[in-house]
């Protein structure tokens, strides 16, 4: 399985008709339909026609680029979604911006900044 680093992808858009188009499905993208569609696990694999323990891999691997024949699922119970769930799914489908943590001046220094009078 590809994952989607090794891969470039575009975000999902909307068409002028309303179409949601996805150009390549990731396991997180994959997540956000079955949270859009508000189903569980379970409902989300039997719509599908997937084993759950694949639903549950996504959730646990969002990385992950699913086969094209289960991409090619995705685009369906996508199309067959109402307008509402294809927004949720436009929304939910956007990665959270990364945030990098400030570093402290010393971080990976083993050594303390503190000086310490000799012993004596």
């Known amino acids: 399985m590809t994952t989607k ?11 002028p008709q309303g179409t949601v188009v996805v150009d390549l499905w990731t396991a997180h993208r994959a997540c956000a339909l079955r949270t859009a569609l508000r189903l569980t696990l379970e409902a989300f694999a039997d719509r599908l026609g997937i084993a759950a323990r694949t639903v549950a891999s996504w959730e646990a691997h969002p990385d992950k680029v699913p086969t094209p024949a289960v991409q090619a699922i995705l685009d369906t119970a996508l199309a067959q979604a109402d307008e509402a769930a294809g927004t949720r799914f436009l929304l939910l489908s956007c990665p959270p911006p990364r945030r990098s943590c400030p570093r402290r001046a010393n971080a990976g220094s083993s050594r303390s900044s503190r000086t310490y009078p000799p012993r004596t």
Do not use: I, M, Q, V
Not at 5 to 15: D, I, K, Q
């Open 5 to 15: 680093s090794e891969l470039r992808e575009r975000a999902p858009a909307r068409t």
